[in-house]
């Protein structure tokens, strides 16, 4: 049951929220953990006693850890903080990578992700354990983030779990970041994604370089606005339920760096390797040698975290290769550049975004040959023209997906968003949506497979 499906938007959604605001407001967590449950059960019922033991084995490690700041830490909170990573990171390991298991838990990277990090806060004393099960429950199987995050910190919800109020503006706001979300989805991924699927069923042996070129174009614009509209989605979720779930996104499109990019681009998961990996491992404090190992390591992390496979360690080493040579030199001249930053921004990401997709390290070496087809002196022109059918076709698309990519749309929005304009562009936009949710397959979010 994706966000993006009319059995989400017009059976479980209505229906949730009825009865969650009709609840007395003591009881409303116990409503939410509960149909989040409900929710993860319809679509991964076979896994759901696994969600619910993440929740009680760190609710019980929590509790039996937790000390106030004063009290110091000793040998037996950093026992059972080890145990308890070993369970979270166990499990993960075990479905994601031992190879024993055909199917991922739908969600399961996000979740210990989330409870790892609660976990380790509750060591440093940065929050106290959650004595109530049940709000541990709801922030960890909240519904609008469970299956993709955005990965929330305990302390961003926290008060929000023990007393919350959502205004008519707060759930007005919540449903148009939700509209705006589901036509990022629906109205452009969904059909630039078309674009990309064809160019796999031609075959990468058959497609000329400006075609090699326009499909990794169309996958990067695919997976911005899947993964960003889903998260907008999540978000808008979150206002309609009365919480502040974080900004995942920030046009990373309109970077003048690679580092810049990984700034705006998914930042909860950067701002977790950051909080639990880069900064316990010294950040950028003890020289420019230990910095590069801290980097190493985040992004082997980064690429072993969204899949075990030989090009999700290749997309890994491209970035950290481009990371290196920004820390080193490169970043200064491309901050002070008007052009080339941004030239080379959007030069460079889509290239990655090839190692990211493509599984086959084999098919992914055809493709890179195809977009470069001086490295390779066998590598002769094929199909030369191929790139002009489909650039007709899907022209008006990524020039949307161009301007949408970019904040413009968003000031505009900003400034009409109170007045009937503003109004009618969200109608539009949902309008156009349920035509193409009508019209079209159901296409699930692409981070569900992460």
């Not at 959502?166 to 979300?181: N, P």
């Not at 985040?298 to 491209?318: D, P, R, S």
């Not at 023209?385 to 968003?410: E, H, Q, R, W």
């Amino acid at each position: 049951m994706v966000f993006s499906s009319f059995e989400f938007l017009f059976r479980f959604l209505p229906a949730f929220l009825i009865i969650y605001f009709i609840t007395p407001k003591k009881f409303r967590n116990a409503v939410l953990f509960l149909g989040s449950i409900a929710f993860y059960t319809y679509g991964e019922a076979q896994y759901v006693l696994l969600l619910l033991a993440s929740v009680t084995v760190n609710y019980v490690i929590a509790r039996s850890m937790y000390k106030t700041p004063e009290d110091g830490r000793g040998r037996r909170q950093a026992v059972l903080l080890v145990l308890a990573l070993c369970y979270d990171f166990g499990m993960l390991f075990f479905f994601k990578y031992s190879g024993l298991t055909t199917k991922l838990p739908l969600g399961i990277s996000f979740y210990t992700f989330q409870i790892a990090a609660y976990v380790i806060d509750v060591y440093r004393g940065i929050v106290p354990a959650e004595k109530s099960y049940v709000n541990l429950g709801t922030y960890l199987t909240m519904f609008p983030q469970l299956i993709a995050g955005p990965i929330v910190n305990y302390t961003e919800v926290s008060s929000c779990l023990k007393r919350r109020t959502v205004t008519a503006r707060d759930f007005e706001s919540g449903i148009r970041i939700l509209v705006i979300g589901l036509g990022s989805k629906v109205i452009i991924a969904d059909r630039v994604g078309m674009l990309w699927n064809n160019v796999q069923t031609i075959g990468f042996n058959s497609i000329s370089t400006p075609l090699a070129w326009l499909g990794a174009v169309a996958y990067s614009m695919e997976l911005y606005f899947d993964f960003a509209g889903y998260s907008m989605m999540a978000i808008g979720l979150g206002k309609m339920l009365g919480f502040q779930i974080p900004v995942n996104f920030r046009f990373p499109y309109i970077s003048k760096s690679v580092t810049e990019f990984w700034r705006r681009w998914h930042i909860t998961l950067g701002r977790w390797f950051r909080d639990y990996v880069y900064i316990p491992l010294g950040g950028s404090r003890k020289g420019r040698l230990r910095t590069m190992f801290n980097l190493f390591a985040v992004w082997i992390l980064t690429a072993l975290w969204h899949g075990a496979g030989y090009n999700f360690l290749i997309w890994g080493g491209m970035l950290l290769g481009a990371l290196f040579l920004e820390k080193l030199f490169l970043l200064p001249f491309l901050q002070k550049s008007k052009v080339i930053g941004h030239v080379y921004l959007l030069l460079f990401v889509p290239v990655t975004w090839m190692a990211f997709t493509i599984t086959d390290v084999h098919q992914l070496g055809i493709y890179l040959t195809r977009m470069f087809p001086f490295v390779n002196a066998h590598t002769g022109m094929v199909n030369s023209m191929d790139y002009i059918k489909y650039l007709k076709d899907y022209d008006s698309l990524l020039a949307m997906g161009v301007l949408f990519a970019t904040p413009v749309p968003a000031v505009i929005y900003g400034r009409i968003k109170r007045g009937l304009l503003g109004t009618l562009a969200i109608a539009v936009i949902f309008a156009l949506s349920m035509y193409y949710l009508a019209v079209s397959a159901n296409n699930p979010f692409l981070y569900f497979n992460f």
